[in-house]
């Protein structure tokens, strides 16, 4: 069970990670820029694996 904690622990702190460096690219290379959109297409995957730690 601790291991499950630990582990959405750390995708939260990947998430925040990514966030900042997508928000931040995006700001500098624009919204549409290739880099912003791949940072917003990995945000998706991890938010969607917590979605589904969450489930069970």
């Known amino acids: 069970m601790e291991q499950g904690h630990q582990d959405i622990n750390r995708l939260y702190s990947q ?6 460096l997508m928000i931040s690219t995006g700001m500098k290379k624009g919204l549409d820029s290739a880099e912003t959109l791949k ?3 990995e945000l998706d995957k991890l938010i969607i694996k917590v979605q589904l730690q969450n489930q069970n």
Do not use: A, G, K, V
């Open 15 to 20: 998430i925040n990670d990514l966030r900042e």
């Open 39 to 41: 940072y917003s297409q």
